[in-house]
């Protein structure tokens, strides 16, 4: 008995159990074939790789909201806040210590979006960079309002004031000069009314305290510091205790 030969498919095919196209499929297949390479001569592989890198780029996480926070502190930045700004940028390694500039919390929101990071870890970073930002500017203004407080002091010296007059010149100098650096700031930010009444009473009265410890300093022979942050902690106090007792001022402020 003999095995019969159909469509060029041998014994030993059949033997072996080898995988045989039959022509049919091969037409199939040359037809697949011969439509791929016209659909790529149709839109040239330039096509089907923009395809696969807009597929590999596309974000993975909505930060719409980080990036409208974002922008919001960078609005409130003025002269000073872009001057610091600027410096945290320039100089890297002061990341290391938590003070990071613009380009690493833009690099931090990208991360977001492609999904390397979590949304809350890209907000904290946010959080942090404002932070600092609005710390930087006000221990920037506060020196400066001391500089101009010194150069006054020094160069009334001559006249040989008492102590009581020297105190209370370094406070108004101190008061003068800290509400115009504030008001200064808060006129070269992009925010349309950020300076009010408040922070300007606020502004004087955390001058008024730097003057007069720079007064006092002169008479002891050497200025006394004053932490940024705790000077600001007490002169919002006495803002707060001159509202709550006197209703006309609240009003005004």
Not at 10 to 26: A, C, I, K, M
Request: aromatic share 6%; with cysteine; charged share 25%.
């Amino acid at each position: 008995m003999s095995l019969n030969v159909s469509n060029g498919i041998g014994v030993n095919d059949v033997y072996f159990g080898r995988n045989v196209t039959r022509p049919d499929e091969l037409q199939q297949t040359d037809n697949n074939s011969i439509l791929e390479d016209e659909t790529h001569k149709s839109y040239g592989s330039d096509f089907f790789e923009a395809q696969n890198t807009e597929a590999e780029t596309e974000p993975k996480q909505n930060v719409d909201e980080l990036k409208a926070e974002y922008e919001e502190i960078k609005k409130e930045q003025g002269f000073v806040g872009k001057s610091w700004n600027w410096i945290k940028n320039k100089l890297p390694f002061l990341s290391k210590i938590g003070c990071d500039g613009s380009d690493k919390i833009e690099e931090i929101i990208a991360q977001a979006e492609r999904g390397e990071i979590s949304k809350e870890e890209a907000q904290e970073a946010i959080e942090k960079y404002g932070k600092n930002q609005g710390v930087g500017t006000e221990v920037a203004l506060d020196v400066g309002t001391g500089l101009i407080v010194g150069a006054v002091l020094l160069l009334s010296g001559p006249l040989g004031w008492g102590t009581a007059a020297i105190i209370g010149i370094g406070a108004a100098v101190g008061a003068v000069s800290r509400i115009g650096l504030g008001a200064a700031e808060a006129g070269t930010n992009e925010v349309e009314g950020d300076y009010s009444a408040r922070d300007g009473l606020i502004d004087g009265i955390k001058g008024a305290i730097i003057g007069a410890a720079k007064g006092a300093g002169k008479i002891l022979g050497g200025f006394i510091p004053k932490p940024a942050k705790e000077i600001k902690k007490v002169s919002e106090q006495v803002v707060d205790n001159m509202e709550s007792t006197n209703p006309f001022l609240a009003m005004a402020v």
